[in-house]
Structures are given as C-alpha cells and as structure tokens.
C-alpha cells in the first residue's frame, strides 16, 4: 500500500509541476530495492561469475542469471535458480527425470548423464542432456522447441531444502560456460 502511495505521491508531484501548480515532494520509497545478483538460497550460498548477468526472480525462481553468448550463437545461455522450501518441489530423481523428459535427442546428441558428487559435505547431483528442449511448466505458454540446446544441472542438497541450478542455451555457449558453472557449483557453502 505504502508503495502504491508512493507512486501516486510521484504521479501528482509530475502533474502539478507540468501544468504550474505547486511541486509536491516526492516520498521515499517504501521498500529498499534488493541486492542483486542473489547469491545464497535455501541454507547455502554461491559465487556468481563476473561476466553472467542477474535477471528476474519469481515466486517460481529464486534467481537468473544471463550468460554471454558465444561467438555466432544468437541466444545467451540462462541459469534459473529454483528453492521452493523444505521438502517442496519433488524430490532430486523426480526433478532430474523431469530435466531429462524436456529433451529429445537426436542422433548426433550424446546421451544425458547424472551422476552424484559432494562440494564439502553437500550432496550435488549434476545432469546433463542435449538436443531439442522444449521448457513447458504448465504455465501458461509454452516457449517454441528449441533444437541445439545442452542442460547442464547441479540438484544441490541444501540445509532448507533442495536448490537447483539449471543452464540451458546453445550447444557453443554452454561449453564457453562451463568453467564459470563448474566454478559456481564448486563455490557451494551451507
């Protein structure tokens, strides 16, 4: 409501001063703005690469990231950040299953994996899949099917609950990534 008020307070202030009434004083926002990039979630925290570029949060994302492109690729690679609480968004094989059933490979494209690995004492569960990706979320529409796309997840066993951690983008771009994911993965602390 405070912030509502804010912005009428502005609208008013704006008006008044177009047609040569008396200024009113703007109010001081209700709310700080938030800290971005969002490096911590769900009990851990992480380090966020230089070059990547914070995005929109969601009540379904807890962050995104945008990563540079890679040299003839026309879409940047995103990472989206999911926490949905403790014991809340399926569980880790419910989750990789689903990441898997979002591509179709074709007979170029290797074959997905996963495997299980610990950053100190977290369990990771790392994913990886290519081919055609096709990202619905029962949400409304659906993006178009994208062919040449590459997953690279980590499914982090957190404190609070599971964080996922999923990058997906062109085939070139992902691999001119996969330092600074490693490196993000890697930088996991609770």
Avoid: C
């Avoid at 950040?81 to 979002?102: E, H, M, Y």
């Amino acid at each position: 409501m405070q912030v509502l008020a804010a912005a009428v307070l502005g609208l008013l202030a704006q008006l008044m001063s177009s047609h040569g009434g008396p200024p009113v004083p703007l109010a001081p926002a209700a709310t700080p703005a938030p800290t971005f990039p969002v490096t911590s979630g769900g009990g851990l925290s992480w380090a966020v690469p230089k070059s990547w570029t914070p995005g929109p949060s969601s009540a379904m994302r807890l962050a995104t990231y945008y990563l540079p492109a890679a040299a003839g690729d026309a879409d940047r690679p995103e990472l989206a950040v999911f926490w949905f609480g403790p014991a809340q968004g399926g569980t880790i094989d419910q989750n990789v299953a689903r990441w898997l059933s979002q591509f179709e490979a074709g007979p170029a494209d290797p074959k997905p994996t996963r495997s299980l690995t610990r950053i100190g004492t977290i369990p990771v569960t790392l994913v990886t899949a290519a081919g055609t990706y096709s990202a619905g979320t029962g949400m409304g529409a659906a993006p178009a099917p994208k062919s040449g796309t590459v997953l690279r997840g980590a499914m982090v066993e957190g404190p609070n609950g599971a964080v996922y951690f999923k990058l997906t983008g062109p085939r070139r771009s992902v691999a001119a990534a996969a330092k600074d994911f490693d490196a993000l993965v890697a930088s996991l602390k609770p």
